[in-house]
């Protein structure tokens, strides 16, 4: 059965028209007003609409809610998103008419009807006059070509960041270059549908998180191009499907109080944000502040005027620093793209000119009122959405300063010794202008490891605390700080053995990387003579130079992906070829690993019009989309042999479950060697094959694939998620999604033993292979190849280099008699500290 919840501003109002609803169905039905604020004054009550939510959720029944305006839209969709997900596919919010909405659902929910023909119901009413004879007439209906034409379609938001951010501007940016009206609705939350050229409207009510279906409908002469355009940009994943994130996430993060609580006297704990030592004098940071008076103007037009022209100041000055910034780092620059949108909104441009309008407001304080709802909107939400709170606020202080006529304050540009930032928040503006030559460290007061300055902090090397809580404040300037942005320690004037110890660690980092690097292009040899392969993984053939340049022997993971996305058409063989082959010359003599496209529902390709799944990582992707598309896996194996003649090519498949798949793509390998011997094509006739382990299924029947190949990798990311049940980019589920849980690790330790019976090589080119901590404990497991990100190839070899096997299989030993992760990583890391405590006599 599906229940009915009124939210209104009124406790009368909903009591009114749920006793008016319950008498027109005979009280079969559920119905739960929610109105007026605790105290029985006019406004919303979270709690009043979370507990109607819960009573009705909880009897197992759906539930629709009708709401009346205003703060009742917006506290009904906070109930919403804060409830269990497996609550959150019951309800809908309804935009049905409060009185005629109510009664209609109570009627069809009678009726048997199910959530979506009851909300179908409720919002029929909205077309039904109340009195026939004050209908207003019809309009006649324009034939064909004098109407609008209307297309519409319903997506999957493929991508991590969702409909959120960069891809929530993107989105705007490509709806607003049609002249039709457009919209974006969440479906899969019943949200309402929002105006798709407006950035603000889009940021608050249409984002969507990956996995949600989205409903875009256009209206206007170009409706059915507008959709087509929004459909391939939705579907490609707003272009960020192969975006490395810029910082490898930490494997675990260390549970530490929040706020921050004095350990000792002159210690503060906080957040760890970004890792690595720092000492120098403190700087507090202190920004821009105002205060409002809420005063009323008598030139009204005079008013907006002057508005309208700090807003296009705000616009350029934005404009300007994100040219500055983009110069050196156009990541970086890119987190403005939000905030000139924003000053650029027709929605929020529109809010504050008819706040001005309505009540003769200064342009001061209408800023101050609107603004603070947008803040407000989104604080309570995600962690994203509190990352839009701060593009928010920083574009409110922006325009305040411009408008009180206020100097513009620079104080982080005129710091000129090593410091220490400290501040309640630094803003994006504020930390992307940073000096990063001067600034040694950042703590803050609030914050947490999703924000804007712990995100770049990472990206730049600059160690990082952030949740310190107010205390940090009264640390006069000049007062000396050390930060361990690792532990989330920062200790006050420390005392001369702290200072010893800080920077014996940091010399020790420093040297430490001097000497890897310095050995890079030597093998990877234990100390008893047993060689292990130092891989790469790469995407394109940049990558390729920059891991020959890091000291790869080979690469142990080609994602191909890079040919087929961002693009209209297929890439034909020739293309595959030709880039193939200047990746394999690039390499020299040693080994290229070439993975079959690893694309499906989480990676849309517009030209295969894939349909949505529910659970693309459980769907047709990877080596299941390639048998099932022979038109595009052929040409690829085409190229990829054509490719290996006198090369050291290999080629793998992605995502094996099962032996029959296998079985089939080794049939198409023959294929395309076939198609090559009958076109007189010359190819590698003898090209090593080989298969990634990243399902529980191929771990397990490891034994039952050895004897089809030449050599097993092990994809840790997705084993991980796969043996977990968890999704590594879900933020609630971070502290479950571990790489070194005794679970995986004894899977991996599986998969080498089966693989080495059978006389096969294992490689393994997950997060993991790159992970310090991690290398003695894989070594120790036997494994053959490790391949990792380029840049931590040196750190990589000298471990190795470092131990014997026979030390590397007791660590692997005791490991794998742990019962947690967190035992997993303290032990490991007493380990890496041991190997790397006396890395200065390793250069000699």
């Excluded at 529109?350 to 309505?358: K, P, T």
Aim: include cysteine.
């Amino acid at each position: 059965m599906t229940g009915i919840v009124v939210v209104a501003h009124s406790e009368q109002l909903a009591a009114g028209v749920c006793e008016v609803a319950r008498q027109m169905a005979g009280g079969e039905v559920p119905v739960l007003p929610a109105g007026g604020t605790d105290d029985g004054r006019l406004g919303t009550s979270f709690e009043k609409v979370r507990d109607a939510l819960e009573r009705i959720l909880g009897l197992g029944h759906d539930a629709l809610v009708l709401v009346d305006l205003g703060s009742a839209v917006m506290i009904a969709q906070m109930v919403v998103e804060t409830l269990p997900p497996e609550w959150q596919g019951r309800v809908r919010l309804s935009n049905a008419p409060l009185v005629e909405g109510a009664i209609a659902a109570v009627v069809a929910a009678a009726g048997g009807g199910n959530l979506e023909t009851v909300q179908r119901a409720a919002e029929q009413a909205l077309s039904i006059p109340k009195i026939p004879e004050l209908e207003v007439p019809p309009v006649p209906e324009a034939g064909p070509e004098e109407g609008l034409p209307e297309a519409s379609v319903e997506l999957v938001v493929p991508n991590p960041t969702g409909l959120h951010a960069r891809p929530a501007s993107l989105f705007v940016q490509t709806a607003m270059r049609f002249r039709s009206e457009i919209t974006v609705q969440n479906v899969t939350h019943g949200r309402p549908p929002a105006n798709a050229k407006s950035m603000m409207e889009v940021a608050s009510r249409g984002t969507a998180w990956q996995g949600e279906r989205i409903r875009i409908v256009a209206r206007g002469e170009d409706a059915a191009e507008a959709i087509r355009t929004l459909r391939e940009l939705v579907e490609s994943g707003f272009g960020e499907m192969e975006e490395a994130a810029p910082i490898p996430p930490r494997m675990p993060e260390p549970t530490v109080p929040r706020p921050a609580e004095s350990m000792a006297a002159g210690r503060l704990q906080g957040i760890p944000a970004s890792p690595g030592i720092a000492m120098a004098p403190a700087f507090q940071y202190r920004p821009f502040t105002w205060e409002v008076e809420r005063r009323t103007v008598s030139q009204v037009d005079a008013e907006i005027s002057r508005l309208r022209s700090s807003l296009e100041q705000a616009r350029r000055e934005l404009e300007a620093l994100q040219e500055e910034i983009a110069v050196r780092d156009p990541q970086t620059a890119r987190i403005f793209e939000f905030q000139r949108m924003m000053l650029e909104d027709p929605l929020l441009v529109s809010a504050l000119e008819e706040r001005i309008r309505q009540h003769a407001l200064s342009a001061e304080a209408a800023a101050e009122e609107i603004f603070g709802e947008w803040v407000h909107r989104f604080e309570g939400e995600s962690e994203i959405s509190q990352l839009r709170a701060a593009d928010v606020r920083d574009v409110q202080g922006r325009l305040m300063r411009i408008l009180m006529g206020a100097e513009r304050p620079e104080p982080l540009r005129e710091v000129t010794q090593p410091v220490v930032v400290i501040a309640r928040e630094l803003t994006p503006s504020d930390t992307a202008r940073l000096d990063r030559e001067k600034v040694k460290g950042i703590c803050t007061v609030g914050g947490g490891t999703t924000s804007h300055v712990a995100i770049l902090a990472r990206m730049w090397g600059i160690p990082a605390v952030v949740g310190l809580g107010e205390e940090i404040l009264t640390v006069p300037d000049g007062t000396m700080l050390a930060v361990d942005g690792e532990a989330g320690l920062v200790e006050v004037n420390p005392p001369p053995e702290s200072i010893r110890r800080y920077e014996e660690s940091r010399a020790q980092r420093e040297v430490l990387t001097a000497v890897a690097f310095a050995h890079k292009d030597e093998p990877a040899i234990t100390q008893d003579g047993h060689r292990v392969q130092v891989f790469a993984n790469i995407g394109d053939v940049a990558s390729a130079r920059e891991a020959v340049e890091f000291g790869a022997e080979g690469v142990g993971l080609l994602r191909t992906e890079f040919l087929f996305v961002d693009r209209e058409t297929m890439p034909d063989e020739e293309e595959q070829y030709a880039a193939y082959r200047a990746i394999a010359d690039t390499l020299g003599s040693r080994p290229l690993i070439i993975r079959t496209l690893d694309i499906g529902g989480d990676k849309p390709l517009p030209y295969l019009r894939l349909p949505p799944e529910a659970n693309p990582f459980l769907g047709v992707r990877a080596i299941r989309l390639s048998l099932s598309h022979p038109d595009l896996f052929l040409p690829q194996l085409r190229a990829i042999l054509r490719a290996g003649v006198g090369r050291n090519v290999h080629v793998m498949f992605p995502m094996i479950s099962t032996r029959e798949e296998v079985l089939r793509a080794l049939e198409a390998l023959e294929q395309a060697k076939a198609d090559l011997e009958q076109a007189g094509v010359p190819y590698a006739r003898d090209i090593p094959v080989g298969i990634m382990v990243e399902t529980p299924a191929a771990a397990i029947a490891a034994d039952l694939l050895a004897p089809l190949v030449d050599f097993f990798s092990i994809g840790s990311n997705d084993l991980t998620q796969y043996v977990l049940a968890c999704d590594r980019g879900n933020e609630q589920l971070r502290a479950l999604y571990q790489p070194l849980d005794p679970a995986v690790l004894r899977l991996i330790g599986q998969v080498i033993d089966t693989a080495h019976r059978y006389g096969k090589l294992v490689g393994l080119c997950g997060e993991l292979a790159g992970e310090p901590l991690a290398i003695p404990l894989l070594l120790g497991l036997g494994l053959d190849e490790f391949s990792m990100n380029p840049a931590a190839i040196p750190h990589a070899k000298w471990l190795i280099r470092r131990m014997s096997m026979a030390q590397a299989r007791e660590v692997a030993q005791q490991a794998l008699q742990f019962t947690s992760a967190a035992e997993v990583v303290q032990y490991l890391k007493g380990v890496l500290q041991s190997l790397q405590g006396k890395a200065e006599g390793a250069s000699a």
